[in-house]
């Protein structure tokens, strides 16, 4: 599903411009830092688990075709339909016709990332079925009509207040109350009876294991555990990416992505789907099905370079640790994926000439990759799109390249080699520029580079005209 096209400066200056975002963003991510460097204070052991993470999900990407072909075949061996879907489009079909077999005109969901790939919910209402989002997170936005500002916790940008008002306007009977603990008996209350009316549950998958057609879903509140299994139909969907060769390679990436999110050595529920209820058990769903979707993620697959972010967790630390996601938040990004990897994987999904702006939201200070838990080397991907985006006719390999190659661009790149190759013409270019002093930034594209920098200040005498008047001093 594409984002409907937006202006991502416009998005920008909006949120900038509210101090509420900030503080909420800057409050939230301050303690998830704060937890994962606490549970990861050994530098040594860090290093070494990451070099576990990238290795096993390197190793995964050097046989994807042949893990994905054994993850189906087990699966099916164990009672789970699998179903592919190369677009978003096909998936969310897939979806429906599940829920219409099952006759459910609503649908429990645990959080998934790839059903806002899909656009998932809006889909379903339009064709009659009742999504409800049971993550309390999910749940909030769901109220409040807004798409998550965060991979992990996607009601990160609302504070204690904001829930209070929500639940008062939208949940039914709900009285107003600023109590976490209150707040979260209304939130149980309402989803309880949903859980126990649902005729179809659907969920995402953090990893699934081809060796034993095992889905394992991570979680924290206990929704995920009642999505799978207390309706009669579990609709599990994947990315692509998702699947890792065996149980062992398990820990260290469950131990890498719950400590990189939430700073937890292990999350409170760990669910592992392996089969439908099998006969003479008393619960589970009797059927399980199996979405894997594609969704560009080939396109990136074949991409020697690129191919790296598919080893992406989703576990939001790159996003936690970025200075311009901290000042901005997710929904200025206008995409499913915020932060650095989105800015890395919006591009390649959704196209550089719908998406490409993305990836010049950042310093390049490389604070994303330095927590990455499977060391993708962000500030380098961010480079490439940047790049793909300036791509000649002909060249580049991303989907919309070189829908950002400006004539006034390469003009300048054009004459500053040539004024680089002939230091005359240079030096009476800088002496012109010395003159002009502080008049320099308020000329052409100058002005908008420094409306938000510190103006550079060119020297009155440059250091070719000073050596040669002075002479070179040893000191
Ligand atoms: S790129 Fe790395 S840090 Fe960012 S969400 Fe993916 S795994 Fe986590």
């Not at 990407?61 to 339909?81: F, H, M, V, Y």
Request: net charge neutral.
């Amino acid at each position: 599903m594409k984002s409907d096209s937006f202006d991502f400066t416009a998005a920008l200056q909006k949120a900038l411009a509210d101090p509420q975002i900030g503080g909420n963003f800057r409050g939230a991510l301050d303690g998830l830092r704060g937890k994962r460097l606490a549970l990861f204070n050994d530098a040594e052991e860090l290093a070494s688990l990451r070099a576990t993470g990238k290795a096993l999900k390197a190793r995964v990407l050097s046989r994807l075709p042949e893990l994905l072909t054994q993850l189906e075949a087990n699966c099916e061996k164990n009672g789970i339909r699998v179903h592919w879907a190369e677009t978003t489009e096909q998936a969310n079909r897939i979806v429906l016709s599940i829920l219409r077999e099952c006759g459910a005109d609503m649908v429990v969901k645990g959080k998934s990332m790839v059903s806002e790939e899909m656009g998932l919910n809006r889909f379903l209402e339009q064709n009659g079925v009742e999504p409800v989002e049971t993550d309390l997170g999910e749940f909030i936005i769901q109220l409040a009509v807004e798409p998550p500002s965060h991979i992990t916790a996607p009601a990160l940008h609302k504070n204690k207040l904001q829930v209070a008002e929500i639940f008062h306007r939208c949940v039914p009977g709900a009285p107003y109350t600023e109590n976490v603990e209150e707040l979260n008996a209304i939130a149980r209350t309402t989803l309880r009876e949903k859980f126990r009316t649902a005729k179809a549950g659907l969920s995402g998958v953090n990893f699934a294991i081809a060796e034993t057609g095992t889905l394992v879903l991570v979680e924290n509140e206990g929704n995920g555990r009642m999505c799978t299994h207390v309706p009669p139909v579990h609709i599990a969907l994947m990315g692509l990416e998702k699947v890792v060769e065996k149980l062992d390679d398990l820990p260290p990436l469950m131990r890498l992505l719950t400590g990189s999110a939430t700073g937890q050595l292990l999350s409170t529920y760990v669910n592992a789907i392996t089969s439908p209820r099998a006969e003479g058990e008393l619960d589970g769903p009797r059927e399980v099905h199996l979405v894997i979707l594609d969704n560009g993620r080939s396109t990136m697959f074949a991409d020697p370079e690129l191919s790296g972010a598919l080893r992406c967790l989703r576990c939001g630390a790159c996003l936690n640790n970025c200075p311009v996601y901290v000042r901005v938040g997710g929904h200025a990004y206008g995409s499913v994926y915020p932060g650095p990897i989105g800015a890395v994987i919006t591009p390649q999904l959704e196209g550089i000439d719908n998406k490409g702006d993305l990836a010049g939201a950042s310093s390049l200070c490389g604070a994303c990759e330095e927590v990455c838990p499977v060391k993708i080397p962000l500030a380098g991907h961010l480079r490439r799109i940047r790049a793909e985006g300036q791509a000649a006719p002909g060249e580049g390999c991303v989907r919309g390249a070189g829908a950002k190659r400006s004539l006034v661009e390469r003009l300048a790149w054009t004459a500053w080699a040539y004024t680089e190759t002939h230091p005359r013409l240079r030096e009476y270019l800088l002496r012109a520029a010395a003159l002009m002093g502080d008049k320099l930034p308020e000329v052409g594209p100058l002005k908008t580079w420094t409306a938000a920098r510190t103006a550079p200040r060119v020297a009155p005498k440059s250091l070719r005209q000073r050596v040669r008047e002075e002479g070179i001093r040893h000191e």
